[in-house]
């Protein structure tokens, strides 16, 4: 997540770089809102006791970045954590993935990974005192028979032990998949979950601000009037916020406006909804 790559700055308003773009997104100047916050609680929370953990949210909505996050802030000599981030794949290309993820032999058939997979999450967990977290990202796309087999890897030693945490991430969806009856077994293994509301119209300020004031710009080049704007067009999205900042700014220097107003911002709605 982290980029080290350039990134250009923005002199018309004194900014080192345009802090709404991707790329100048760094896992060390999050902003703590309610959503990061209340992820990252449950995920200190999952890793101390292993067993299920589910985040749904809509695209947008930074769940991914804060797991991120919290990937980043783990002792790797506590805790090993792998992330994958899937599509609609079959059970055989599944344990593919998760033992390559793992770097272990991808061979045999599914038994075979299985049984090797078992065994190293195990190995991890009673020799090496460091239990694996794995992260599986866009998990409403995950087939139920995948679902079923990750049920059956946390089943060790007759359900007697955690042994590892497992989250899944993805959109509402995943929420309508688990609560089918056939996932019943895995569901009650849930020990947290979390579903991001976005950002509060409060938050959409000091959003906005937090990023401006990362790049060394001041908070007051984005008028009252656009900071409402950019409230009620955005709906708390933190992406279609970027997205829509960084066009207002490029605007704001083409017109040599020293202040980003409401006329900028409904200006930058229009560009970007052209996209």
Known sequence: MDNNSPRPGIPHFNMAFDPFLKQSLKTKDFFPSNDHMEMISRLNHLKKVNGLGVFTALPGLGKSFSLHCFKKS????????HYICMSTVSVSEFYRQFCDELKLPVRGGKA???KALQEYIFHLYKEKR???IIAIDEAQYLHYSILKD???LMNHQYDSLNCFALILCGESRLIRNLSAPINEALRQRIAVHYSFNGLDPDEVTRYIHHKISLAGGAKEIVGTDALQTVVGFC?????????LMSKALMLAVQLGKNIIDSETIM???HAQALI
């Open 235 to 243: 709906e708390g999205n933190p992406r279609i916020i970027d997205n």
């Open 112 to 114: 075979v990974m299985f």
């Open 74 to 81: 783990l002792n790797d000599n506590l805790h090993q954590m």
């Open 130 to 132: 460091c239990p694996l």
């Open 150 to 152: 990750l049920k059956m």
């Open 267 to 269: 200006a930058a709605t």
